[in-house]
């Protein structure tokens, strides 16, 4: 896709973001969104197939915006891993109720298997931030058990939020429900000498992990069977 068509298909995802933030999905029809950017219906065809097309580029334009809010809040935040996954949740739930119709697209519509590059971005980052807290000592339970509790946990109480009216709606639910999840996965602090075991082995899976990318020495056969016992440490 050359420069040209790139700009005029962002161009057209903008003004279809403004109809999405302002009547939902429903005002997201290709008449209403040709209408709004100067073009034919047949041109937006021919840029998103129909319907579904565009509004799965709504979703991942939804995920970009989300990303690039959630990177750069994350950067100004202490260095601490713990801090950073309940800094991650409070950012969720932000930007679900600040972009309700998009954060219905993005999570509402959900398909297996169909996930956008940024969705996968955006799953990555959690799962980093988990890796970080294991490496600390910090984790109670596997870093693929954490990501799906707390993707779980985020997503239902950011959807459950935004189906009540806004007059309505008490935020220290979402903080005690996100307590309560984080004290389930993490530790207060890191694990003190001889203690622990759980955490201690997490960590060292999580090293391992890393290491893997440069190298360690060991055989594929070994580094699986020390994974195995390792999860089978953390419990």
Known sequence: MNEARRAARRQ???VAAKLLEEGGSEAVSTRAVAAAA?????????MFDDKDGLLAE???YGFEMYLAEKR???ALTPDDPVADLYRGWDLHVDFGLRHPAFYMLMYGTVRPGRRPPAADEAHALLVRLLGRAAEAGRLRVPVGQATRVIHAATTG???????????QRDLTTSARLRDTVMASVTTDSPASSGSDLASHALALDAALETALSTG????????????????????
């Open 72 to 74: 750069e809040a994350l």
């Open 157 to 167: 109480a950011t959807l459950a939020l935004i189906g009540e009216e806004p007059s």
């Open 38 to 46: 100067g073009i034919t219906a047949p041109a937006l065809y021919r």
């Open 12 to 14: 057209v995802l903008q």
């Open 216 to 235: 360690v020495p060991l055989r594929d056969t070994e580094t699986a069977l020390l994974r195995d016992w390792l999860q089978q440490l953390a419990g």
């Open 58 to 60: 709504l979703a991942a």
